[in-house]
């Protein structure tokens, strides 16, 4: 294979014999003389044949990225609603996505169709999520503007046809969106929207059992809101210093609240918290990062009561959990990963290597290799380790089994727990995080996890050289101006301005 580029003024023989010339092809084909045709050439289309000879575009140093499918070159690699899938060093292609799920599927949450239980980690689309959330009716999951859902009606939009959406399918291209077990939150054009079961005035409004309905958001004030979600029963709004609640919670995870309308109260925060950078929504905790990256946690603290990393019953009040890159908590424990990628654990998870059961933050081993994503189910947890160009999926512990139902929530048939696994029987290489919650249930996607979360040329980063902007919980490195930003600390080794 030869790599031709020629770039010249005119076409003549010179005293010396040297052949010079003038391109005088299309730009999508190369200019070819020989010896044999003085002052004469070809042009070739890319990839055209000559004898034993293919002649190939080079891309230049400014757009060194050549795209297969046209030759075309590019400044960084980039496919839009696809993905990049690197065929060499400076070669790539725009392929689909893989969503990856498996467990609980009885409401159709998971896009499974009718499958009650999906057994082990199977695809389900094309489409190239940067984030998804699985809860116990639906499922949403979120692609640039664009936001999808899965799953039972009733619990998402109202009025509706009572038809189970069995396939992810798109929603919205605007606003931004969240949701409890029981309902939608939206917040589009300065306007919060809510829909679905209002069994506890989860709906933040005046409502019928299952209705739709605008949220009167005076109590805010003129605060921007940053973020919407829900945990089991209750719906919150996120400011950039204040969280708003619905007046009931399963564990108390509403918080301490001060009243500021008949159905939202605003949630007492920790004295260090001047800033929320991101709130991430459990199924029965709320745990919310500040300005320094400090993570606090509240609600639920596990059937041990630990799962927090304090001994004692559910808390309204927000707990410092560390300095951490993220979280993922269920109903028996919570493992925490560290800023040094090592990850703790608090609660009680049985393994063949140790039974554990700690109110205090306790190592815990991963697989080796690099660790991309974690997640937590009820007895057990998945992990997605890069080893060079393999990544692999792991589990440990158990699948849930309530001795009526036997679901393959950590992807595979497993009774008796177990240390770290690998799933050999699947191929994630494409993916790089799991789902932010899942409720019996785990997805695997193309977006970027917690521990980089910053796609660039393709690849995920962990650090960002320009501006972090928090569009509703996800992190995006963005170069253009802010208004205000806050260098953080330099014990903090990611290079973020947000």
Same mark, same amino acid.
């Given at each position: 294979?030869?790599?031709?580029?020629?770039?010249?003024?005119?076409?003549?023989?010179?005293?010396?014999?040297?052949?010079?010339?003038? !391109?005088?092809?299309?730009?999508?084909?190369?200019?070819?003389?020989?010896?044999?045709?003085?002052?004469?050439?070809?042009?070739?289309?890319?990839?055209?044949?000559?004898?034993?000879?293919?002649?190939?575009?080079?891309?230049?140093?400014?757009?060194?990225?050549?795209?297969?499918?046209?030759?075309?070159?590019?400044?960084?690699?980039?496919?839009?609603?696809?993905?990049? #899938?690197?065929?060499?060093?400076?070669? #790539?292609?725009?392929?689909?996505?893989?969503?990856?799920?498996?467990?609980?599927?009885?409401?159709?949450?998971?896009?499974?169709?009718?499958?009650?239980?999906?057994?082990?980690?199977?695809?389900?689309?094309?489409?190239?999520?940067?984030?998804?959330?699985?809860?116990? /009716?639906?499922?949403?999951?979120?692609?640039?503007?664009?936001? /999808?859902?899965?799953?039972?009606?009733?619990?998402?939009?109202?009025?509706?046809?009572?038809?189970?959406?069995?396939?992810?399918?798109?929603?919205?291209?605007?606003?931004?969106?969240?949701?409890?077990?029981?309902?939608?939150?939206?917040?589009?054009?300065?306007?919060?929207?809510?829909?679905? !079961?209002?069994?506890?005035?989860?709906?933040?409004? =005046?409502?019928?059992?299952?209705?739709?309905?605008?949220?009167?958001?005076?109590?805010?004030?003129?605060?921007?809101?940053?973020?919407?979600?829900?945990?089991? #029963?209750?719906?919150?709004?996120?400011?950039?210093?204040?969280?708003?609640?619905?007046?009931?919670?399963?564990?108390?995870?509403?918080?301490?609240?001060?009243?500021?309308?008949?159905?939202?109260?605003?949630?007492?925060?920790?004295?260090?918290?001047?800033?929320?950078?991101?709130?991430?929504?459990? #199924?029965?905790?709320?745990?919310?990062?500040?300005?320094? &990256?400090?993570? &606090?946690?509240?609600?639920?603290?596990?059937?041990?009561?630990?799962?927090?990393?304090?001994?004692?019953?559910?808390?309204?009040?927000?707990?410092?959990?560390?300095?951490?890159?993220?979280?993922?908590?269920? !109903?028996?424990?919570?493992? /925490?990963?560290?800023? +040094?990628?090592?990850?703790?654990?608090?609660?009680?998870? +049985?393994?063949?290597?140790?039974?554990?059961?700690?109110?205090?933050?306790?190592?815990?081993?991963?697989?080796?290799?690099?660790?991309?994503?974690?997640?937590?189910?009820?007895?057990?947890?998945?992990?997605?380790?890069?080893?060079?160009?393999?990544?692999?999926?792991?589990?440990?512990?158990?699948?849930?089994?309530?001795?009526?139902?036997?679901?393959?929530?950590?992807?595979?048939? !497993?009774?008796?727990?177990?240390?770290?696994?690998?799933?050999?029987?699947?191929?994630?290489?494409?993916?790089?995080?799991?789902?932010?919650?899942?409720?019996?249930?785990?997805?695997?996607?193309?977006?970027?996890?917690?521990?980089?979360?910053?796609?660039?040329?393709?690849?995920?980063?962990?650090?960002?050289?320009? &501006?972090?902007?928090? +569009?509703?919980?996800?992190?995006?490195?963005? =170069?253009?101006?802010?208004? &205000?930003?806050?260098?953080?600390?330099?014990?903090?080794?990611?290079?973020?301005?947000?």
């Amino acid at each position: 294979n030869w790599n031709i580029c020629i770039e010249c003024e005119t076409v003549y023989n010179d005293s010396y014999g040297m052949l010079m010339c003038k !391109q005088s092809c299309l730009k999508t084909q190369i200019t070819v003389y020989t010896q044999t045709n003085i002052g004469e050439y070809v042009c070739l289309d890319f990839e055209d044949e000559i004898g034993n000879y293919t002649f190939q575009k080079n891309c230049p140093a400014s757009n060194p990225y050549k795209l297969n499918s046209d030759q075309s070159c590019w400044k960084v690699r980039d496919c839009g609603q696809l993905m990049v #899938y690197n065929t060499s060093e400076w070669e #790539y292609s725009c392929e689909p996505c893989e969503v990856w799920v498996t467990g609980d599927n009885s409401n159709g949450q998971l896009g499974r169709g009718n499958t009650q239980d999906v057994q082990g980690f199977t695809n389900v689309s094309d489409i190239c999520f940067e984030l998804i959330y699985s809860k116990m /009716y639906s499922s949403l999951a979120i692609m640039g503007n664009n936001t /999808y859902w899965v799953g039972n009606p009733n619990y998402l939009t109202y009025p509706n046809d009572n038809q189970t959406v069995s396939q992810f399918q798109i929603q919205n291209t605007s606003g931004r969106y969240g949701h409890s077990a029981r309902n939608l939150i939206k917040f589009e054009n300065q306007r919060v929207i809510t829909s679905g !079961q209002n069994s506890n005035e989860n709906l933040g409004a =005046d409502a019928a059992s299952f209705d739709s309905q605008f949220v009167l958001i005076g109590f805010l004030m003129g605060q921007i809101v940053k973020q919407v979600g829900g945990t089991w #029963y209750t719906s919150y709004i996120v400011t950039q210093s204040a969280i708003y609640s619905t007046n009931y919670a399963n564990s108390e995870e509403n918080g301490q609240r001060t009243p500021v309308s008949l159905y939202w109260g605003k949630m007492e925060l920790h004295q260090d918290i001047k800033i929320i950078l991101k709130v991430q929504f459990f #199924y029965f905790n709320l745990v919310l990062v500040d300005q320094n &990256y400090m993570f &606090y946690g509240n609600g639920w603290n596990g059937f041990t009561y630990n799962m927090l990393c304090y001994t004692g019953l559910s808390t309204k009040e927000f707990v410092q959990l560390g300095l951490l890159k993220h979280v993922s908590m269920y !109903q028996m424990f919570a493992l /925490y990963v560290n800023l +040094d990628n090592s990850v703790d654990i608090c609660g009680s998870l +049985d393994s063949p290597v140790q039974s554990i059961n700690t109110p205090t933050k306790l190592q815990i081993q991963i697989p080796n290799g690099e660790l991309v994503d974690i997640s937590v189910n009820k007895y057990g947890a998945n992990a997605l380790v890069q080893n060079g160009e393999t990544k692999s999926v792991y589990y440990i512990g158990k699948y849930f089994d309530d001795e009526t139902n036997q679901i393959w929530d950590i992807g595979v048939n !497993q009774q008796v727990a177990q240390n770290w696994t690998n799933i050999s029987t699947m191929n994630p290489e494409n993916c790089s995080s799991f789902a932010a919650t899942s409720y019996y249930s785990q997805a695997l996607i193309y977006g970027c996890s917690r521990l980089k979360p910053f796609r660039h040329n393709g690849i995920c980063y962990e650090n960002c050289s320009h &501006y972090v902007f928090y +569009d509703n919980g996800i992190e995006r490195c963005v =170069d253009k101006f802010c208004n &205000y930003s806050i260098v953080l600390p330099l014990t903090e080794p990611r290079n973020w301005n947000i």
